[in-house]
């Protein structure tokens, strides 16, 4: 097993890869000014939900967020030409972790992705060939790389779609309920209304959606099956990228086909004029930065999305563990939140004017999800305590899930202005359904 992790093998998966993320990204960043989700999430807003804790993450005034998303889209680039890589793939993801911390709003799961493998693609050798790097310093060009360079990336997406398989055993899905509220909201394709609204459609994507995620890996490593489920990826994320418009994703999940390949096969098809690879011994480039780095890195990985199963109450319900649990496109949530604010000296009734603070896609996100309220108490909370005032907060909190009756999701006796955030436990002022 050792002797295979280290051995060498060609490079062209990886200087492939490196080429493919580094485009996707810069057509995810520009791509994210062109369509508005810049202005909408960081321009337009008076302040953002960061992920508790990292609330002093808060976005650049006035049109920063233009240059920022701007200059990671440069990095993008510079990634893909393999230019300075190290230093323009540490900034691009380090740009977008404070991209993906500092808003929750639109919280997407490929977001999450995007900065892992940012991450890892950080430690591989993936400028080494076809890279300006390269030409620019002969002494760095290889034509090889160790196996697990290639190791890492398969269990990266072994990971997301085993927890994606997982996530899917449950009512609403097995049943089609939540496929018929995804499908059926769909407005743009009239065409496709009739087989969009029927039942037996439903029921075929839920279970459709279960096969695929839970056999793609195992089909694209055996070599029987390979080709034919890369077929059956274009198929499912062309399909998925047409008509649920989740921007990149379906892409990115795309590119990782090429490390299930045998890396010759790559080289012959992307880089025709690239050395054949000599056969040479096995190297011990990179067992310490393997042990010590992946294998804790991917221990994390494999706890992450099991804890919401050792937190109290259903985490369909009360969300907590949610994120970063791979729970992709699982459920709607939907209802309505009033706070009530009282003066704790005088008694009096408060208002504090939520459209005037937030917009109407903040406030859509913030009215069924904990974490959310909670940090809008903590701003009430804050707002008072700028006018000499100390506030008790309380939630009336209505909330149903893929348009089932609704349920009242936090304590209405709860001083959330009072309560505090327990981040890896239940909290007790979510009520459990």
């Known amino acids: 097993m050792k002797s295979k992790l280290f051995r060498p093998i060609d490079n062209a998966p990886l200087i492939l890869f490196r080429i493919f993320f580094g485009f996707l990204f810069a057509c995810e960043t520009f791509g994210a000014i062109i369509t508005g989700w810049v202005r909408n999430n960081f321009v337009v807003t008076e302040f953002t939900f960061s992920h508790i804790g990292m609330e002093w993450l808060q976005p650049l005034p006035g049109y920063g967020m233009y240059f920022y998303f701007g200059i990671m889209g440069c990095l993008s680039l510079l990634v893909m030409l393999g230019y300075k890589y190290r230093l323009s793939l540490g900034l691009l993801t380090l740009l977008w972790a404070g991209t993906y911390f500092m808003q929750k709003t639109s919280y997407n799961n490929h977001y999450y992705l995007l900065m892992l493998v940012g991450f890892i693609l950080f430690f591989l050798p993936a400028n080494e060939y076809a890279s300006i790097d390269a030409k620019q310093n002969p002494k760095i060009k290889r034509l090889?790389?160790?196996?697990?360079?290639?190791?890492?990336?398969?269990?990266?997406?072994?990971?997301?779609?085993?927890?994606?398989?997982?996530?899917?055993?449950?009512?609403?899905?097995?049943?089609?309920?939540?496929?018929?509220?995804?499908?059926?909201?769909?407005?743009?394709?009239?065409?496709?209304?009739?087989?969009?609204?029927?039942?037996?459609?439903?029921?075929?994507?839920?279970?459709?959606?279960?096969?695929?995620?839970?056999l793609i890996i195992p089909m694209l490593l055996w070599k029987r099956t390979r080709t034919l489920a890369v077929i059956a990826s274009l198929v499912f994320h062309l399909f998925n990228s047409f008509f649920l418009k989740i921007g990149v994703f379906p892409y990115f999940a795309l590119s990782f086909a090429v490390f299930f390949y045998p890396p010759e096969t790559i080289r012959a098809f992307f880089f025709k004029r690239k050395p054949i690879v000599a056969v040479e011994p096995e190297s011990k480039s990179g067992e310490s930065l393997f042990y010590w780095l992946f294998v804790p890195y991917f221990i994390v990985q494999l706890l992450l999305p099991i804890r919401h199963w050792f937190i109290k109450g259903d985490v369909l319900w009360t969300e907590e563990g949610h994120r970063l649990s791979w729970r992709m496109m699982l459920r709607e949530r939907s209802g309505f939140i009033t706070f009530k604010i009282v003066?704790?000296?005088?008694?009096?009734?408060?208002?504090?004017?939520?459209?005037?603070?937030?917009?109407?896609?903040?406030?859509?996100?913030?009215?069924?999800?904990?974490?959310?309220?909670?940090?809008?108490?903590?701003?009430?909370?804050?707002?008072?305590?700028?006018q000499g005032k100390e506030v008790c907060v309380y939630a009336n909190c209505k909330v149903s899930i893929n348009q089932k009756p609704l349920g009242t999701l936090i304590d209405p006796e709860t001083d959330l202005a009072a309560a505090e955030w327990d981040y890896f436990w239940h909290n007790d002022w979510v009520l459990l359904h």
């Open 144 to 214: 090889t790389m160790p196996a697990w360079c290639s190791l890492v990336m398969i269990l990266q997406m072994t990971i997301v779609y085993f927890f994606a398989t997982v996530a899917k055993f449950y009512p609403d899905w097995l049943d089609g309920t939540y496929t018929k509220i995804l499908f059926t909201g769909i407005r743009d394709h009239q065409w496709m209304h009739k087989v969009f609204s029927n039942t037996t459609f439903h029921v075929f994507i839920a279970y459709a959606g279960i096969a695929f995620d839970g």
């Open 343 to 386: 003066d704790k000296h005088t008694k009096e009734r408060l208002h504090y004017p939520l459209e005037k603070h937030l917009t109407h896609r903040q406030i859509d996100g913030m009215s069924t999800k904990p974490d959310m309220i909670w940090q809008t108490a903590q701003r009430i909370k804050s707002y008072y305590l700028l």
